[in-house]
DNA sequence: GTTAGCACTCTGAATGTTTGAGTGCTAAAG
DNA sequence: CTTTAGCACTCAAACATTCAGAGTGCTAAC
């Protein structure tokens, strides 16, 4: 297993460091590929141009910098901007302005997760001026807190499940023989006494697993149930928030063509993103940020210019979902960072509050 | 008031409009501004390229074509797409296997509105190769089937309104005082008994109308019933479903950065584009095709190199809403117009079947 | 180990040149 | 009077050339 030390990776020395900053760092303000005379002229790094030449062509050498032809100022390579985000870049402070801005926000009342997370991944992209991201809660950690039955059409029926979260969800089921009015009426209480507090996203396993203990007409109904609750897609609900992606346009990147429509690919690429950004998250060790992913790391083809900084957000100290912004490779992270963790600390906050006091 | 003739409009004459036609459809197929050449070889009038450079002046003067700069070849102008469309085209007949995948789309069971115009607008992006537009019908058309009230929280109230349509929806409403159990029985009985069958957009309206025939307890139940219903947004619930979008991406003019950044703006221009199409499909007798718009008519800022195709759909008769295709200026118009006309005629059908065996 | 200096490279902007498509006009033909 | 052929003219796009500026790598001196 890797093993990474926080502050002193071994492979460079002090100076390459400074100078690594220095690159990614005017980089990232400017977008213009960087060159010596530049980074001696904005730093004070104490040293002549020649000397920073010979860093970076060091630099060079190890892969974190690279040129688009020779004469030209340097860019960092992923690699580069990986080992910024790790181990060079301090997570920048935010102006109370910009904290006052995000706790109003979240001051407003809301009773259901998704339009709280609808909410935030606005506010995001307000605050960032990147696209904002908001996954809503995984079903799993949705508990069931009531369920009601209507029939719509003698043999269609609407199944309302109201979660733990706030979150009303409507789903149509179709019967093969009709329902009568009283059996939904005992359905519906069966449902609830038998269901109540079990993970949405396993009604139907929860169900069987208890069915054993049914007998005789309590079995005729824990039967009827399975048949709704098996036609029902309650695994694949999660749904990823998007907002401001148009923005990303005002970045220089995206004047070409050819990037631009990455922008655009966005809108279909929404699962691989999902699935991405909670993979990173998940992968434990392998960076000591793994929830920023820089130019998605080549694992979504066609979006190598976009890079994603995300956050989890918890409910009693368990990850529910994600959250965080979108933008070119060329992202102000560390400023990025900071919004998106304070924000991913509103949430979890206002979600813990709202799961809390259950009766 | 205007009146048009359908087939001899007087100010161009037969070979004026052989010319206008041939550069219109010329310049759609290819994206190329046509020069007089290019006339003379892919269409045989029977003139020469001085014959045909002479009448492209005049047309040119008329405000039918328009050249990029001098020693280019012309490009319709919005008023020479407009005669095109109006006069020129004739609507292409559609393939067998076109219409037969048309057809096997609507085979499918869906047994409520908005699923079958969120298909319509995948099935017409697909299809068309634009972006594909359906609007969910207007509120107005539809008519109270039923109303379910569901208390979530002591001072939250979930209400469900089935409608003619067969859509389920799902509003919250909070109330001052908590309602007790009964109370919630017997407003939903009230509501149903007095609301049945009213158009949705106009509940609360209905339910004034009617006030002053209550009387002692029922007038207080009528209080309740329109305390909630006047918190319920359902006046503006229509709702653009475009799919597609991207494919646009496809064509030679939104090479431009600047371009495409209009097909961006779509996203947030949804609303004005619904009222628009609307609009545009109410003004009677302005042109013989109004529900064709050509660069949306300069009628909405920073869209004025897209144009829309749509045909509206009805049930028993009676107008509810749009569906149609989105493009740049230039788009094979006879063609989509075909598909167009095709598949709203089978919305038509289906949700007319679909409110028909009411019970 | 660090720096100054210098020759070298490459891009991008500016400028000029050429080519080809297309036009407008005129004069001749129908 | 309409149509056509011919010709001079225009313009954009493609290509070539030049030039300035930023940046590098290398070497020799500190």
């Known amino acids: ?36 005379r530049t980074v001696v002229k904005r730093f004070d790094l104490g040293v002549s141009a020649a000397t920073v030449r010979n860093v970076m062509a060091d630099l060079e050498d190890l892969g974190y910098l690279q040129q688009l032809h020779t004469s030209s100022g340097r860019v960092p390579t992923d690699q580069g901007y990986r080992y910024y985000v790790d181990y060079l870049m301090h997570v920048q402070q935010l102006t109370l302005s910009e904290r006052q801005r995000i706790e109003k926000e979240f001051m407003a009342r809301v009773d259901d997760a998704d339009s709280l997370l609808r909410q935030t991944s606005h506010l995001l992209a307000l605050i960032s001026h990147q696209a ?154 392998t960076h000591p940020r793994n929830s920023i992913l820089i130019g998605i790391e080549g694992k979504i083809q066609g979006l190598e210019d976009i890079s994603v900084i995300a956050a989890p957000y918890k409910v009693n100290d368990e990850t529910v979902g994600m959250i965080g912004v979108l933008g070119p490779r060329r992202m102000p992270y560390s400023r990025l960072t900071a919004i998106v963790d304070y924000t991913a600390k509103f949430v979890s906050r206002v979600l813990t509050q709202m799961v809390g006091p259950k009766k």
Chains 1, 2 share one sequence.
């Open 132 to 285: 904002g991201l908001a996954e809503t809660p995984a079903e799993g950690s949705a508990l069931t807190q009531r369920i009601e039955l209507l029939s719509l059409a003698p043999e269609r029926l609407a199944v309302l499940i109201l979660d733990n979260l706030g979150r009303l969800r409507t789903y149509t089921a179709y019967m093969e023989t009709p329902l009568r009015s009283d059996d939904i009426t005992s359905l519906t209480r069966f449902l609830n006494d038998n269901l109540h507090g079990a993970p949405v996203e396993r009604l139907s396993a929860s169900l069987e697993a208890r069915l054993r203990e049914f007998m005789d007409d309590r079995r005729r109904l824990a039967d009827q149930a399975l048949q709704v609750l098996r036609m029902l897609p309650l695994e694949r609900t999660t749904q990823l928030y998007m907002e401001g992606a148009n923005q990303l346009f005002e970045q220089p990147e995206f004047r070409d063509i050819a990037k631009a429509r990455q922008v655009f690919g966005l809108l279909d690429a929404q699962d691989r993103i999902i699935s991405l950004i909670r993979s990173a998250a998940e992968a434990e060790g």
């Open 1 to 36: 297993m890797v093993f990474f030390m926080k502050q002193h990776p071994q492979d460079l020395n002090e100076r390459e460091r400074q100078i690594l900053h220095a690159v990614v760092h005017s980089y990232i303000t400017t977008a213009e590929p960087v060159g010596s």
